[in-house]
């Protein structure tokens, strides 16, 4: 199977339309805050449809902020852990006011939720929605990434072959916005995004890591850390600090090596590239 095959859920519009429907059919089955009682299942899905929505892009507001604040270094249960909460504090005051005022009130058999029982509603259904998420993810249909860490054996001469091969235009490139478009240089993966750079810019976008590395077939480079690939064109020297190996680009970025990397990086780009501190 060719490498290009994207995971279905690799898309970001079919994983935001996994979590709104989702949420959406939820809530509409439970009805909480007395909506089931005086709302037919479609003006339930009409409802909480938009409610979700307006979550949806309360979330994405917040993750904006955070990725500003503490960079697209933190892992997926980090920017879950800090988003959990700011947006529990920041849905469930509106959420409350509008469903004591509104649909619970006006059912009169149901007395108005708390604040306190909102806010553990809303924690609850987020949780169940993160699992959702989470669940596809890792089990879209697609391909494994070949270990490029590992240059192909001189035996094989397909993959020699294929390994060598220059891409002037990968797949990825399709996600990247036309003025970013150049020799590609290196990938980086932070939670669910991927920063991309290439001799043009740099660019973001809601992409896999590992789902990026599928797209770029036939480039040669190689991983250097878990959320790191680097392409050999843009190497220019391996630095040394310490205990601490870093890839020096061509625009002078510099991308750390893992213990884990190090060996075949040194074996790819050579001592005699590696310069001290």
Same mark, same amino acid.
Not at 110 to 133: A, D, E, K, Y
Not at 140 to 157: R, T
Not at 244 to 260: A, C
């Given at each position: ?9 690799? *898309? ?40 979700? +929505?307006?979550? @949806? ?9 955070? @990725? ?37 009130? +006006? ?13 553990? @509603? ?14 596809? &993810? ?9 270990? &490029?860490? *590992? ?34 240089? +290196? ?28 797209? @770029? ?15 050999? +064109? ?16 061509? *625009? ?26």
């Amino acid at each position: 199977m060719p490498l290009t095959t994207r995971g279905f859920w690799a *898309n970001p519009v079919r994983t935001l339309a996994l979590i709104w429907i989702s949420g959406t059919l939820i809530l509409s089955l439970l009805g909480p805050f007395g909506t089931f009682q005086i709302m037919g299942f479609s003006e339930l899905l009409f409802y909480w449809g938009g409610v979700i +929505a307006a979550a @949806i892009v309360l979330v994405g507001s917040l993750r904006i902020m955070v @990725i500003h604040i503490f960079g697209r270094g933190l892992r997926p249960f980090q920017m879950d852990a800090i988003l959990l909460p700011l947006f529990t504090i920041l849905f469930t005051p509106p959420l409350q006011y509008f469903t004591a005022n509104g649909a619970a009130a +006006a059912a009169r058999e149901t007395p108005p939720f708390s604040i306190l029982q909102t806010g553990m @509603i809303v924690v609850g259904v987020t949780l169940i929605l993160i699992v959702i998420r989470e669940m596809f &993810q890792l089990n879209a249909p697609g391909v494994d990434v070949p270990d &490029q860490a *590992n240059p192909p054996e001189a035996g094989n001469s397909e993959d020699a072959e294929r390994s060598t091969r220059t891409v002037t235009k990968p797949l990825l490139f399709e996600r990247l916005p036309d003025h970013v478009h150049g020799e590609l240089m +290196a990938i980086s993966g932070s939670d669910h995004y991927v920063e991309v750079r290439t001799a043009q810019g740099t660019a973001s976008i809601l992409l896999r890591f590992a789902d990026a590395l599928r797209e @770029i077939e036939g480039v040669r480079g190689q991983r250097v850390h878990r959320s790191h690939w680097v392409a050999d +064109a843009a190497v220019v020297t391996l630095r040394r600090d310490g205990n601490r190996r870093y890839v020096v680009l061509q *625009n002078g970025d510099e991308l750390p090596v893992s213990r884990t990397y190090e060996k075949h990086t040194m074996e790819r780009w050579g001592e005699a590239k590696t310069a001290p501190i």
